[in-house]
């Protein structure tokens, strides 16, 4: 793995690390307004059970090459799931929030929630670049071919995604904002047009934007030692722990208590 940051949102990364492995590699300068890094993960259970890998996903859009055809990936909203068997390989794009609205041409909220075919979007030429990369080894010739497809089809830079995308790290990193109203205020603009950008750009809304990001950060406590949950539920802005476990719940399917013996 070539760096931490594709393992937010990975659910029980330890466990993970001896299934598969995953490496990320940082965009070309023409790219890097779109794009905020290439993924690569890599697999080899032969002889072994099929594995089912859990994620919390990020607000972000994937182009994904892989088999049977290469993929668009919408924000999922709920958990998920892939299920891993035999041996393969995979190579993501993930773009920056609202990086993916002009390559659509449009507001990407349709895409949530869904895995459509990446031919809607690119044509038929998407799937000649998905047979050439993924029998690759070398990692660096997938990307320099993903890059060269995704180059030549670049939109004109929109600043109003830019200004999305920070708007989405603000909601992120910062844990003490905790209502779609606050994130409003930080940003300089109405509750009305925060909501109305987030659709068109990130396909999902300001106050799922914020949950996902603490819960992101729940788990990665979870992972990563052991937690004093009423102190965690009070640094991210939760009313009491309950509050915390009925949130990571909904989505994880049991308490982050639990999670954390798991």
Same mark, same amino acid.
């Given at each position: 793995?070539t760096s931490p940051?594709?393992l937010?949102g990975?659910?029980?990364?330890?466990r993970?690390a001896?299934l598969?492995?995953?490496?990320s590699?940082q965009?070309?300068a023409?790219l890097?307004?779109f794009?905020?890094?290439?993924w690569?993960? +890599?697999?080899?259970l032969?002889?072994?059970p099929?594995h089912e890998?859990?994620?919390?996903?990020?607000?972000?859009i994937?182009?994904?090459?892989?088999?049977?055809?290469?993929?668009?990936?919408?924000?999922? +909203?709920?958990?998920?799931?892939?299920?891993?068997?035999?041996q393969?390989?995979?190579h993501?794009v993930?773009?920056?929030?609202?990086?993916f609205r002009?390559?659509?041409?449009?507001?990407?909220?349709?895409?949530?929630d +869904?895995?459509?075919?990446a031919?809607?979007?690119?044509g038929?030429?998407?799937?000649r670049?998905?047979?050439?990369?993924?029998?690759?080894?070398?990692?660096?010739?997938?990307v320099?071919?993903?890059?060269?497809?995704?180059?030549?089809?670049?939109?004109?830079?929109?600043?109003?995604?830019?200004?999305?995308?920070a708007?989405?790290?603000?909601?992120?990193?910062?844990?003490?904002?905790?209502?779609?109203?606050?994130?409003?205020?930080?940003?300089g603009?109405?509750?009305?047009?925060?909501?109305r950008l987030?659709?068109e750009?990130v396909?999902?809304?300001?106050?799922?934007?914020?949950?996902r990001a603490?819960l992101q950060?729940?788990a990665? +406590?979870?992972?990563t030692?052991t937690?004093?949950?009423?102190?965690?539920?009070?640094?991210?802005?939760?009313?009491?722990?309950?509050?915390?476990?009925?949130?990571f719940?909904?989505?994880?399917g049991?308490?982050p208590?639990?999670?954390?013996?798991g």
């Amino acid at each position: 793995m070539t760096s931490p940051e594709p393992l937010r949102g990975v659910l029980h990364p330890d466990r993970a690390a001896g299934l598969f492995q995953l490496f990320s590699h940082q965009p070309s300068a023409g790219l890097a307004p779109f794009v905020e890094f290439h993924w690569i993960v +890599r697999w080899d259970l032969r002889g072994r059970p099929p594995h089912e890998q859990k994620v919390l996903a990020h607000p972000n859009i994937h182009l994904v090459f892989e088999e049977p055809q290469a993929a668009v990936y919408g924000v999922d +909203r709920g958990l998920f799931v892939r299920r891993l068997e035999g041996q393969g390989q995979v190579h993501g794009v993930k773009f920056r929030p609202g990086g993916f609205r002009g390559l659509r041409g449009g507001p990407v909220q349709e895409l949530t929630d +869904r895995v459509s075919p990446a031919a809607d979007v690119f044509g038929p030429e998407v799937e000649r670049v998905n047979r050439r990369i993924l029998p690759l080894e070398d990692q660096s010739a997938m990307v320099a071919l993903a890059e060269e497809f995704l180059l030549a089809r670049l939109p004109a830079p929109d600043p109003v995604a830019a200004e999305v995308a920070a708007m989405v790290d603000t909601a992120t990193a910062d844990h003490s904002l905790v209502r779609v109203e606050q994130l409003a205020e930080r940003c300089g603009t109405s509750v009305r047009t925060l909501q109305r950008l987030f659709a068109e750009y990130v396909g999902a809304s300001p106050k799922w934007v914020l949950r996902r990001a603490r819960l992101q950060e729940a788990a990665l +406590r979870a992972d990563t030692g052991t937690v004093d949950w009423p102190l965690l539920a009070a640094d991210l802005g939760y009313a009491d722990q309950s509050h915390l476990s009925r949130d990571f719940t909904a989505v994880v399917g049991q308490p982050p208590t639990r999670y954390a013996r798991g």
